[in-house]
């Protein structure tokens, strides 16, 4: 048989070549050779199109034709195949591979940037020629580029500014260096802005390399931070180095204005608000420019702003200021100014010297105000504010043109000499500080002095004026003449006297002592009485009531004519039965009188001579009636107990005809001691100091007695006076009690569950205000209150009953055990009656039954030892008791766990230094009937509290299987998870299918849940199977944790690479076999075989499901 090469050009084939070795035996393997010289090329195309063909009748299976081109380039066409007179004439392009070549460089481009390092590229293509038949590309870049304009881009160097608000502000920014002119945009918060009433720019003109962008704000309002941007932005290389952000700082003066009263120290101030922290200086200045004298202070920056203030002193007209600020932050120099001004006004007051006991006249005139309020009030020498009322009356007028004035009358001035102030205060505008003008109530007192004499005698006249404040001026007038040589001139603060003395009286005469003041003038008569009947006893008397007074009237000269006697009291006759049984002879008269109220005043005596008709006057005796009383402050005396008090009794003493002998104290009926100690009535002793005895007026003495407040000095106490005359004085009563507050119970305990229930009770002597008040704890609340008050005799019972809980916590945390501890917290009540007194009774409360349960959920296996325990804070182990309840699948409700059962142990522990005490219950073989609901029920100190909910559930004892698929000679790892609670004997592994076993470690100091694990190196297909996984309970028990399916896999012999082809491996989806697939490599390939692209390995057995194996690729036919 015959086979052939076609050699093809374009009019289709040109010659017929024949093997080399043509005598040679074909047989299947067999190589033929063929050799060919240049003639066989066809055209420029550097390539030989080959056909076979094969004689009549012959047919043959070719495998591949390799071609060597010039010996050095060899090409290979993978048939695989039959080539009879049927197949036609296939044929392949075999050739000789054109390498590329570079073209000529393109010109440089433009520079990317004017400056800032910029580039420049340019390219060449591989065409000269372009690669082909596999010819090699060109080696090297096709793309070349160098950096160009490497000089310098222009710096923008922005200018900052502070300056103050309405100011002119101007920012500029500096661009250099420029090597052509440019322009600048400017931006506000993003957005551009233009030339206008706003804002102005300019630019200047190019000089040295350089140029300056200006913006001009007429009046800055703001912190405002503009934007300085060149348009020419691509001269840069950086995002943003085009443009520069500006800021203008703009603080703001608050000045303050004054208006104040002449001759005050004052303060003008101006606030300079969001300055920077280098800060600002501050100058003031007067109206004319000049340098304002006075001290000028400024304080630091403190949150963005200074205060200067100017002190002036003495300021006595209306003046302006200005507050020059300066900022020098940015090296520009800017200032800015406020007018403050200080405007003023006068207050005058006056007053001038009154007699005391009659009505004096203050007044106060405010002037000169600029604002539009102004108010004028008087306040008293204690401080409190003077309203209309009996002692006095105040006159104010409307506030009209800057005037305001007051007129302050005062009804009562007192009977006694003695200075009082009074205070005009004046509130002017929105001044924080009132004024205050102190007015002098001066009061003066004048004593006159009458005179008795004798007939013939010589009687004197005298008038005092007693400590004035003003010159006062003093004389004696007769009628409305003046006496001479009677004036006198009041000296401030000094006693000035005046005296008369009228010779040879005859009878009785009167002249007037005239006082002059600024404003008024003052009369007084004074009286010379001649008396020819002397009255003992003389002067005045203090007498008890009741006490009989005896008088005696007799004649002075001793030639008596004939007459008789009478009696007058209080300048009126007196009528009385001892009056008309007065004891008379020719030369006396003796009259007994029982003092009583109408028997005390003024007596004296008279006598008519019958032949002359004449009346004879005797001196005149007062008689001050004292009563059978003292008095006794306080009436009641409340205080803390420990605090001291002390009571006062007042009794008369210096008395006429008594003398006070002794006084003593009773406490509650019993007298108390010399040496202070007094006696309850349940027989307590009470220890109680006398102070000293003082002279509280002319006849009242008084007395003191101190103690201490305790339980045992509740009860009445009064001081009693004995005197010579055999008078008993017994004071009235004080009433000493004790605020103190009981508490019931003593100890108080809350638990989470359960209030406490708290009684104050508390003895007062008024009604007063109460509250509760929790110190220092966030845990607990009280809820309501029951408030009752009992009436008593001399005080009253408040009693409340408070309700206490314990506040939950909000945190959202799990408390754990180590977190649980005893509280503390203490409660304080308090009772108050304005300033009078306040209780505060302190005590505290026990925070106990905080429950943490030492597991919420349990689960275990039939036959396993269960334990349950919870925590809690108590008190006393004595005062707790635990029961434990359960609620199953057969109990709807909880039932008590009765005590005592072989299955259940209870039993709690000591309490520990923190107050936690651990309560427990241990169910010894857990059963099915075991399985549901438990709970701790804790009685502390008598509180009730329930823990949570403690559930016990079984085992699930399906398990579920692992699958697990790896090849030959892996590492593989069985795991399995512990996830109860419980006390392991053992853990084992069984391989179920040889039922090989083996013993698995149990892990050490294990927190659930926990791992049990297993490795095997080199897994080989024998390991295949399932595995369990068991474990048992030291009670017993066994439970299978798991199940594992483990797969060992097997790899099949990786395949050739058939010609012209790319081989691939790939996973198959949701299968355990893999496969291998090929591509043709290169262009015009075609599959010789396209049911041969892949081939399947089964990794169950290691062997490819078909034996085919993979198709070559070769060129397609022409």
């Not at 420029?178 to 206008?196: E, H, P, Q």
């Not at 006496?483 to 008369?500: A, F, P």
């Not at 892990?1003 to 297909?1021: E, G, I, K």
Request: overall charge negative; hydrophobic content about 35%.
């Amino acid at each position: 048989s015959n086979f052939y090469f076609m050699f093809y050009g374009p009019g289709g084939i040109t010659s017929l070549h024949f093997p080399d070795n043509e005598g040679d035996d074909r047989k299947e393997g067999a190589t033929e050779t063929w050799s060919f010289d240049d003639s066989a090329y066809i055209g420029t195309f550097g390539c030989v199109r080959v056909g076979i063909k094969t004689g009549d009748g012959d047919g043959w299976y070719f495998k591949w034709i390799d071609a060597f081109i010039d010996d050095s380039y060899q090409k290979t066409w993978y048939y695989n195949g039959w080539i009879d007179d049927q197949a036609g004439y296939p044929s392949y392009d075999f050739c000789k591979p054109i390498h590329g070549g570079w073209s000529s460089w393109s010109s440089w481009s433009t520079c990317t940037r004017e400056c800032g390092s910029g580039t420049q590229d340019r390219s060449r293509r591989c065409n000269n020629p372009t690669p082909k038949y596999e010819g090699d590309y060109c080696s090297g870049s096709s793309t070349g580029r160098q950096s160009c304009n490497t000089r310098a881009c222009p710096t923008i160097t922005a200018y900052h500014q502070e300056t103050g608000q309405g100011t002119t502000a101007r920012l500029s920014c500096g661009i250099y260096p420029l090597w052509s002119r440019i322009t600048v945009a400017w931006k506000v918060d993003g957005s551009y802005i233009t030339n206008g009433a706003h804002y102005s720019f300019q630019i200047s003109s190019l000089q040295s390399n350089s140029q300056t962008a200006t913006i001009t704000i007429p009046s800055a309002e703001e912190t405002t931070t503009f934007t300085c941007e060149v348009t020419r932005d691509y001269w840069y290389p950086r995002e943003g180095e085009w443009r520069k952000t500006l800021n203008l700082f703009v603080y703001f003066i608050t000045k303050t204005d004054r208006e104040v009263r002449t001759g005050t120290i004052t303060k003008l101030s101006c606030t300079i608000s969001n300055v920077l922290s280098s800060g600002v200086t501050v100058r003031w200045r007067n109206e004319d420019k000049t340098e304002a004298q006075g001290e000028v202070e400024i304080t630091s920056v403190i949150n963005d702003q200074q205060v200067s203030t100017l002190t002036i002193e003495n300021p006595q007209v209306d003046r302006k200021f200005f507050c020059l600020v300066r900022s020098n932050t940015f090296g520009y120099v800017t200032e800015s100014s406020a007018v403050a001004s200080l405007e003023v006004y006068t207050i005058e007051v006056s007053s001038y010297d009154v007699l005391a006991g009659t009505v004096a006249t203050l007044s106060c005139s405010l002037d000169g105000v600029k604002s539009t309020v102004a108010r004028l009030w008087w306040v008293g020498n204690k401080g409190d504010k003077v309203t209309n009322n009996e002692k006095h009356t105040i006159r104010t007028g409307l506030f009209q043109r800057g005037r305001l004035e007051s007129v302050l009358e005062v009804t009562k001035v007192g009977s006694a000499a003695g200075d009082k102030w009074f205070t005009c205060v004046v509130s002017v505008g929105g001044n924080d500080v009132d004024d205050e003008s102190p007015v002098l109530l001066k009061t003066f007192t004048v004593n006159k002095a009458d005179s008795n004499v004798k007939s013939g005698d010589t009687g004197t006249l005298t008038c005092q004026v007693l400590t004035p404040s003003d010159s006062l001026t003093l004389f004696w007038m007769n009628g409305q003449s003046l006496v001479q040589g009677t004036r006198r001139s009041s000296l401030e603060d000094s006693i000035t006297t005046t005296t008369l003395q009228v010779e040879k009286l005859l009878q009785d005469i009167s002249y007037t002592c005239v006082v002059t003041t600024q404003v008024k003038n003052y009369s007084f008569l004074a009286t010379i009485e001649v008396n020819d009947l002397a009255l003992t006893p003389v002067y005045e008397m203090k007498v008890l009531t009741g006490t009989i007074v005896q008088f005696a009237s007799n004649h002075v000269f001793s030639v008596i004519a004939n007459g008789n006697f009478r009696w007058e009291n209080n300048n009126r006759p007196c009528n009385t039965t001892s009056c008309l049984n007065s004891v008379n002879s020719p030369t006396s008269s003796t009259l007994q009188v029982a003092v009583n109220e109408t028997t005390a005043g003024l007596w004296r005596s008279l006598y008519k001579e019958q032949t002359s008709g004449k009346t004879l006057k005797s001196n005149t005796v007062l008689i001050r009636e004292v009563p059978l009383k003292g008095s006794q402050t306080p009436t009641s005396v409340w205080d803390l107990p420990g605090s001291k008090s002390e009571v006062i009794c007042s009794v008369p003493h210096n008395l006429t005809f008594s003398k006070l002998t002794k006084l003593s104290w009773v406490f509650e009926g019993m007298l108390i001691d010399s040496n202070g100690l007094g006696y309850t009535r349940a027989k307590h002793p009470v220890r109680f100091s006398f102070g000293d005895a003082k002279i509280l007026t002319y006849f009242t003495e008084e007395w003191r007695i101190g103690f201490n407040h305790s339980v045992l000095t509740n009860g009445d106490i009064w001081c009693q006076a004995e005197y010579s005359s055999g008078h008993i004085i017994n004071t009235p009563k004080s009433y000493l009690g004790v605020l103190v507050t009981h508490v019931n119970p003593k100890m108080i305990v809350i638990t989470l569950e359960t209030a406490a229930i708290v009684t104050f009770e508390t003895r007062l002597p008024l009604t007063a205000e109460h509250e509760v008040t929790i110190t220092d704890c966030h845990l607990v609340r009280s809820i309501r209150s029951d408030f009752s008050l009992e009436k008593l005799e001399n005080s009253q019972t408040l009693r409340e009953v408070c309700y206490f809980l314990h506040r939950p916590s909000n945190s959202g945390d799990t408390p754990r055990r180590a977190d649980l501890l005893a509280k503390e917290c203490e409660i304080t009540y308090s009772l108050s009656y304005d300033d009078y007194f306040q209780i505060n009774t302190v005590f505290p409360i026990l925070l106990l039954g905080e429950m943490v349960l030492e597991n919420s959920e349990i689960t275990a296996a039939v036959g396993q030892k269960v334990t349950i325990a919870v925590h809690f804070t108590a008190r006393d182990i004595s005062e707790t008791t635990v029961v434990w309840e359960r609620k199953g699948q057969e109990l709807d409700e909880w039932a008590e766990i009765p005590t005592g059962l072989l299955s259940y142990r209870s039993f709690t522990s000591d309490i520990d230094e923190n107050g936690v005490m651990t309560a427990t219950l241990l169910i010894q073989y857990l059963a099915t009937t075991d399985v549901g609901d438990y709970r701790a029920i804790a009685w502390i100190s008598n509180q009730r509290q329930t823990s949570g909910v403690i559930k016990i559930s079984l085992v699930d004892h399906t398990t579920d299987t692992q699958i697990i698929s790896v090849f030959e000679g892996s590492l593989v790892v069985l795991s399995a998870e512990i996830i109860i609670n419980a006390d392991l004997e053992s853990a084992e592994l069984i391989h179920l299918e040889d039922m090989k076993t083996t013993t698995l470690s149990l892990p050490d100091n294990w927190l659930l849940p926990a791992n049990l694990t297993y490795q095997m190196q080199n897994v080989m297909s024998s390991n295949s199977g399932r595995y369990m996984f068991r474990v048992r309970f030291n009670g017993g028990g066994k439970m299978i944790l798991k199940e594992v399916l483990l797969r060992v896999k097997q790899y099949c012999r990786p395949p050739k690479r058939p010609a012209n082809t790319i081989i691939t491996k790939e996973d198959i989806t949701d299968s355990e076999n893999y496969q291998y697939t090929v591509q043709c490599d290169g262009d015009g390939l075609v599959f010789m075989f396209e049911n041969q692209t892949g081939i399947v390995c089964d990794t169950e057995t290691g062997q490819y499901t078909t034996n085919n194996g993979l198709t070559p690729c070769t060129y397609r036919k022409p």
